[in-house]
């Protein structure tokens, strides 16, 4: 008898806690039915072939999607590429096809679960093909999160990248369970960090070309490098006061001296701290990121650059 699975299908952007909440579930099903639990998602975006304009900013790579998803309980996690083939497979023979390949006994989903060709397929016929395949199907309720203003949602990828977009990064933590991060590589700017004092790391730009961008700003952060974790200064935006047009993602690291260039790097997003400005001189910005970097040691000092899952349970509530 082949190995069975428990099969949770969706495309996880973010792995917020919404899509964890499907994980737990389905991992307690797996484990009750010495199952191993199959996390199936698409890459790219279907929406990518089937209306390019309407195609969001991601949230997370693939490789962020997938780490995010094993950490959340998932054995294994499979990408399908949405080519014509697969868009265009019909509901049940989309269904089907799971069950030759992986054998489930369960399928854990969000109530708004549509599946094949023109999401025609819904819970009703899912549970029908369940009665006649010998699967049972499990639902999870959305997640409810109350932010920082009090007002409450429900967590959801839009969500995220809606507040993400306006600058409000700390609420995104709330509604994904841990910071917002860009992974990208070291590259090279215009080499005059370190003439003023603050060198920055500056994020190459095409690893992130689909990411979701915090609104333009400075904020306090995290950087991950060769494996260790520096609290960082963060810059996003154009560099008013020297009237580039490239949007730069750059971060100082506090109480670092390496040369970095090439490295990859993970920056996490845990603070606003202010708009970007134009500022009349050197002596300006560099007194300003002097500040910043103040303001940066002082959340550091206090623990508040990563806060935890934990930390954040008693504000989230499910609606
Ligand atoms: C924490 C931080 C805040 C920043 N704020 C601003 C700002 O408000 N306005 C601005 O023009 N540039 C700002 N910058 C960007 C600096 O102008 C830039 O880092 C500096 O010119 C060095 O550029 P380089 O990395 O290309 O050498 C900021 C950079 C950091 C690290
Ligand atoms: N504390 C630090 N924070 C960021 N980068 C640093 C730091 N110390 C040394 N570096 C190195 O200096 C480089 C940035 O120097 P900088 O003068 O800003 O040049 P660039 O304009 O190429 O970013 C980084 O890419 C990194 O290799």
Redesign the pocket.
């Known amino acids: 008898m082949p190995d069975r699975t428990v099969i949770t299908i969706g495309n996880f952007d973010g792995v917020h806690l919404g899509h964890r909440a499907i994980l737990r579930n389905a991992r307690a099903l797996a484990d009750e039915n010495h199952a191993t639990l199959l996390a199936l998602s698409f890459d790219p975006h279907p929406a990518t072939r089937l209306h390019p304009d309407t195609v969001p900013p991601r949230l997370t790579t693939r490789a962020q999607r997938e780490t995010a998803l094993r950490h959340a309980g998932a054995d294994h996690v499979i990408f399908l590429t949405p080519d014509r083939a697969t868009l265009d497979l019909e509901p049940e023979a989309f269904i089907r096809q799971l069950i030759d390949d992986h054998h489930p006994v369960a399928f854990v989903e969000g109530p708004d679960f549509r599946f094949g060709h023109n999401r025609r397929g819904d819970l009703d016929m899912l549970r029908d093909l369940g009665r006649q395949h010998d699967f049972q199907v499990h639902i999870t309720q959305p997640v409810g999160v109350t932010l920082h203003d009090r007002w409450q949602h429900t967590a959801s990828s839009s969500l995220a990248r809606w507040l993400i977009g306006r600058g409000r990064v700390e609420d995104a933590t709330l509604v994904l369970g841990r910071p917002f991060a860009l992974q990208s590589t070291?590259t090279?700017?215009?080499?005059?960090?370190?003439?003023i004092g603050f060198?920055?790391?500056?994020l190459h730009p095409q690893p992130i070309a689909d990411m979701i961008l915090p609104a333009d700003g400075v904020y306090a952060g995290t950087a991950c490098l060769r494996k260790r974790e520096h609290p960082a200064a963060i810059s996003v935006g154009t560099k008013p006061s020297f009237d580039a047009d490239a949007l730069t993602v750059?971060?100082?690291?506090l109480d670092?001296?390496?040369?970095?260039?090439d490295q990859p790097v993970t920056l996490e997003f845990t603070r606003w701290l202010r708009d970007q400005a134009r500022f009349p001189d050197l002596d300006a910005l560099t007194d300003q990121l002097a500040r910043d970097v103040e303001q940066v040691r002082t959340h550091a000092d206090k623990g508040r650059l990563a806060p935890t899952a934990r930390a954040m349970a008693p504000i989230i509530s499910r609606l």
Not at 199 to 202: A, E, K, M, Q, V
């Open positions: 070291v090279r700017g215009e080499q005059r960090g370190r003439t060198p920055t790391i500056n750059e971060a100082h690291l670092f001296d390496q040369d970095v260039y």
